[in-house]
């Protein structure tokens, strides 16, 4: 990592003196699940002020198309979602997280039902629950088919906008965490309608969201860059397991439009994959078929890509109902229309994408990162939930539980004896050429995909560190005045620790697949890659 990275504590030079200031007792970076969970959480104990980077419509949590997983059924138990979460996770699952999870999951999820959460009800008038890869029992909650995500994140918006001791302030680019002397944070820096604002803050709790963005291929939003990683490492905050990105084995793949995620509960209901000569090849791979784990299917999928020498292989859902699947799957089912694929004829063309972050900043069970007085819940943080590998629909869960503790204990620990110094920064001018950003940043995306994706080896990961490390020369010694240009020191930032991470876990794990570690090794490698400045 260049060495200006290292040094670079703040991305601008900062006058809080001159710096438009609010005060507040917690302050919520990020509106997905975890953010608004959290938001509403401390507001039973103080003032919150929430901040997203856009509009609070546009996270990953207004993406999420499967739904929740939790133990909702009678026929189900915790130790069963505790198992296939322990199961799944390889081995790097904190036992004492995942239960406290799963156990939270059930009462959380009927309040959001309260909340508003137009969930899809059975016959039985209870919550409705699918089957989804990975689960031995059907515990996937969803609401209006496969827009679960959105009608979560309605409902809780709804609350907050309701609620007088919660200010919202959408179009705010966090650029970074403000830190005093002990280390301690309080608040943070960034940019709103164009001028640089600080909000001065008891408690901060991070709920940035995750990093798919990263890579070319993804089904993330563009908002998922991640900046939170980024802020809490120049912050000095801990961070644990960034080699660990998830890839969603099936996303529509057509040239030039977005990869848009065809859920897992599409092979949960029976859908089937097959490969470009119309064979179903997942037998080959896994007992469970097309309901193994997501990092076995992206990487079966690959193989037969490489086999049948084609860019992507497909979903054959031509004998389902076409009603049944139109109202149970709106969204996908749109997405097909939009491209003339007749699903009752034509197969969807699918492959595997960058979908979710498992690493992240590392927290405790009470969400505290290891930097006083910020917490953090969400995608952004490394909580111990999902170990190597997420199971299937337990993100959202995981930002509704942790969102909630964080909320709690943060707006419980108001101590009013943080004191806001004022804060001079100044970044030397540099001489140095400069890069595009833009064209920096689409090859970094691309590179992530080649060099850091599904398989990784040490020699492409040492020449992604190097070649990152070039950039970073050229472009973290400069101060910027554009979200793009700081989304793109970010990524750079994130990047490098990425591949750097993957390089030290010498050994195939969960979502990590090393062709040159093919195997677990156990001995040296049962435990966390740490990163911190
Ligand atoms: C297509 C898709 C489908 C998915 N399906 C499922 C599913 O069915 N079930 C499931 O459990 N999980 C699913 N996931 C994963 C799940 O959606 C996410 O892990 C979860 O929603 C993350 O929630 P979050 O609150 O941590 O972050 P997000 O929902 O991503 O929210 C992040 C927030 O942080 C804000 N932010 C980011 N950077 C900044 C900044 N610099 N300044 C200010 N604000 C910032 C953003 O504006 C946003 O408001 C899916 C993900 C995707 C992409």
């Known amino acids: ?5 290292r040094a670079r504590r703040y991305l601008v030079n900062i006058d809080s ?11 919520v970076i990020g509106a997905g699940i975890a953010g608004l ?34 133990v909702l059924n009678k026929t189900d138990s915790f130790e069963s979602h505790i198992a296939d979460t322990l199961k799944t996770g390889c081995g790097l699952s904190d036992p004492t997280v995942v239960e406290t999870v799963i156990k939270q999951g059930p009462e959380l999820v009927e309040q959001l039902l309260n909340w508003g959460t137009d969930f899809d009800i059975s016959e039985n008038n209870e919550i409705a629950v699918t089957l989804e890869g990975g689960h031995a029992q059907s515990r996937v909650a969803h609401a209006h088919g496969d827009k679960t995500g959105q009608v979560i994140a309605q409902a809780l918006i709804k609350k907050i906008t309701q609620n007088p001791k919660i200010k919202i302030i959408e179009n705010f680019y966090a ?15 960034g940019q709103c309608k164009n001028s640089p604002q600080i909000i001065w803050a008891q408690n901060t709790i991070l709920a940035t969201g995750g990093a798919g963005r990263l890579y070319r291929e993804t089904t993330n939003p563009e ?26 084995p099936t996303t529509l793949y057509i040239a030039g439009a977005s990869r848009a995620l065809i859920t897992e509960a599409l092979r949960g209901e029976g859908a089937k994959l097959v490969d470009a000569k119309g064979k179903r090849f997942m037998d080959e791979y896994h007992p469970d078929a097309e309901l193994a784990p997501r990092d076995i299917v992206s990487r079966a999928i690959l193989k037969q890509m490489l086999k049948t020498n084609t860019t992507h292989v497909y979903l054959d859902i031509r004998d389902f109902d076409k009603k049944h699947f139109a109202k149970r799957f709106p969204r996908i089912n749109e997405l097909c229309e939009s491209f003339d694929i007749d699903t009752s004829k034509d197969l969807i063309p699918v492959r595997p994408s960058a979908h979710y972050m498992m690493g992240g900043v590392k927290t405790d069970l009470f969400a505290k990162t290891s930097i006083e007085n910020l917490y953090a819940a969400g995608e952004v943080a490394s909580t111990g939930l999902h170990g190597a590998n997420r199971l299937a629909s ?23 004896r943080i004191k806001h110094p004022n804060i001079s ?16 940043t689409n090859s970094l995306r691309s590179l992530m995909w080649r060099n850091v994706g599904i398989t990784r080896k040490n020699q492409p990961l040492k020449e992604a560190t190097e070649i990152i490390d070039f950039w970073q020369r050229y472009v973290m010694d400069k101060t910027f005045d554009s979200t793009h240009s700081w989304q793109c020191q970010n990524m750079l930032t994130v990047c490098s620790l990425m591949a750097q991470a993957a390089r030290k876990r010498r050994e195939s794990r969960g979502v990590h697949y090393r062709s040159d570690y093919p195997q677990k090794d156990d001995k040296n490698f049962l435990k966390h890659i740490t990163i911190s400045k």
């Not at 710096?19 to 007792?25: A, E, I, M, P, S």
């Not at 039973?44 to 980077?53: Q, Y």
């Not at 650029?175 to 820096?189: K, P, R």
């Not at 920064?425 to 920096?440: C, F, G, H, M, Q």
Request: glycine share 8%; charged share 15%; aromatic share 4%.
């Open 425 to 440: 920064y100044r970044i030397p001018a540099s001489s140095k050429t400069r890069l595009d950003t833009e064209d920096v």
């Open 17 to 27: 003196t001159a710096t438009n200031q609010l005060f507040t007792d917690c302050l």
């Open 37 to 70: 969970r959290t938001a509403i959480a401390a507001s039973e104990n103080c003032n919150v002020i929430i901040v997203c980077k856009t509009k609070l419509q546009e996270s990953n949590t207004w993406n999420a198309q499967g739904g929740i997983a939790s």
């Open 1 to 5: 990592m260049s060495n200006q990275i």
């Open 223 to 248: 908002g998922a860059t991640g900046d939170g990683i980024a802020m809490a490492y120049r912050a000095g905050a801990v961070l644990q397991d960034l080699e660990l990105m998830q890839f969603h």
């Open 175 to 189: 650029l970074d965490l403000l830190t005093n002397d002990h280390n301690e944070c309080i608040g943070a820096i």
């Open 394 to 416: 337990n993100s959202l869960l995981e930002g509704l539980v942790f969102g909630k503790i964080a909320g709690q204990l943060a707006s419980q620990n108001l101590t009013n």
